[in-house]
């Protein structure tokens, strides 16, 4: 009576087929798990579950490879490098990709090095009266030399103070020392590294400045020879030097480790030498570029 009265139960709610005779292969799941099975919402929920189970049951995940968590890893940690790099270093590749620009579209950058040229431009229509005449005379074609050291790239809009380093610590061979004095003289602008000649002495002429540097640290020239990365070979470099002026050429870019002293050596001619940090943000590399005179002396 019991497994009876159950059955018609089941059979009102339309959860068994209409009869006993019939099989449960007629067994519909759509129509016995959709409808509200018995009154319980749970049991509800509990057939659903199975239902998709059932139905669709959940794909199985491959694990990953060990090759590409490496790999996500190495990119992911490359790509914090580069932000923090540029991060530090906006400023020196501000400079860098400026003066990129304008190599690529092909503007002009002459640095105001001859102050007779803006006076005489402003001065195109002034004239004096001889003989009733008015006749426009020319100002004087001749350039005002700085009274400091300094080195001007045009090309690269570099105009720089040169500082001059004791060479107390470097007779003293007092290495640290040295350093210290180097790094001091940086924040006022490149330095004349020290033992070796000037402009006006024959030998190789060396200058250092910093490509970049801590954005905290104090000084205006801490990344003023990170366009330096922008030169090119026929590049002109000119150097003012107790009121002189030398003009070189560059001939020769190339990097170098910094344990290659040779760079500093006299070669037995008369040359210019510049050296900065490579790539920008780190000092794994020297950047060394080579000029040689192409005119003589301006006094």
């Known amino acids: 009576m019991k497994d009876s009265s159950f059955y018609k139960f089941l059979k009102n709610k339309n959860k068994l087929p209409t009869s006993k005779v019939d099989s449960f292969k ?39 490879q060990p090759w590409y968590l490496d790999f996500k890893f190495l990119t992911t ?84 103070p040169v500082q001059e380093v004791s060479k107390k610590n470097l007779l003293l061979q007092n290495w640290k020392s040295l350093e210290v004095d180097i790094q001091n003289s940086l924040k006022d602008g490149v330095i004349h590294y020290p033992g070796t000649p000037t402009p006006d002495i024959s030998g190789n002429f060396v200058i250092t400045g910093h490509s970049s540097y801590y ?27 107790n009121q002189r002026k030398y003009i070189y050429q560059i001939q020769d870019i190339r990097k170098v480790l910094p344990k290659d002293i040779q760079i500093l050596a006299d070669m037995g001619d008369t040359r210019i030498t510049l050296i900065t940090c490579t790539p920008i943000g780190s000092n794994y590399k020297r950047l060394v570029i080579t000029a040689f005179p192409v005119a003589s002396v301006v006094e």
């Open 215 to 241: 954005p905290w640290s104090v000084g205006r020239y801490k990344d003023v020879f990170a366009v330096l990365h922008n030169s090119m070979v026929g590049d002109q470099i000119i150097v003012y030097h």
């Open 77 to 160: 940690s490359l790509l914090i490098f580069i932000v923090t790099q540029v991060f530090l270093n906006f400023s020196a590749y501000k400079d860098y990709f400026y003066v990129k620009y304008l190599h690529t579209f092909e503007i002009e950058n002459q640095l105001q090095t001859n102050a007779f040229k803006s006076r005489q431009e402003e001065n195109l229509d002034s004239f004096i009266t001889i003989n009733s005449e008015e006749n426009t005379l020319p100002l004087y074609d001749f350039e005002v030399m700085p009274t400091d050291f300094r080195i001007l790239i045009p090309n690269l809009n570099i105009n720089v």
């Open 26 to 64: 007629s067994f519909d799941y759509n129509t016995n798990f959709t409808k509200k099975p018995f009154s319980s919402s749970k049991i509800n929920l509990k057939n659903y579950k199975l239902r998709s189970k059932v139905i669709n049951p959940p794909a199985v995940k491959k694990p990953l």
